[in-house]
């Protein structure tokens, strides 16, 4: 999917990556992957602390759950007359017990370490995909 969505907000949002899956039977495991890339950005003068996008993997069908959380790689430098901008890869992986064959839908929410820093992920530019794999145990 090629898409974009960026943020300032420090509470988590909908990066508009989702996917859904109808287990075919509740003691299969479930495994998620995601694969994006990120982008942090602070522009203008001044330098501010924390600076890094925060990304996490959400189930929201069900018992919704967090079920895994990173911290996007840091800005370095502090000088107040240059952009600063830090990019990479997001690889998340989760597995869970399917538990019932109803509906499973996941997410990938994302929000910034600091309302000065924009966090971004690239699907306008970069291709990004959330997988489910179901395994019979």
Do not use: C, M
Request: net charge positive; no cysteine; proline share 2%.
């Amino acid at each position: 999917t090629r898409w974009g969505a960026t943020t300032t907000s420090t509470s988590y949002s909908d990066t508009g990556l989702t996917v859904s899956i109808n287990p075919l039977s509740a003691s299969n495991t479930l495994y998620i992957s995601v694969y994006a890339n990120y982008k942090a950005e602070k522009t203008g003068g001044g330098n501010v602390t924390p600076r890094y996008g925060n990304f996490k993997l959400r189930r929201t069908s069900g018992s919704a759950a967090d079920l895994s959380i990173v911290k996007g790689g840091a800005l370095l430098g502090s000088t107040s007359s240059v952009n600063i901008i830090h990019t990479g890869a997001l690889n998340l992986g989760f597995s869970e017990s399917a538990g019932s064959t109803s509906s499973h839908t996941y997410i990938l929410q994302f929000a910034s370490s600091n309302t000065s820093v924009t966090a971004s992920v690239l699907g306008a530019t970069y291709k990004a995909i959330i997988i489910v794999e179901e395994y019979t145990p």
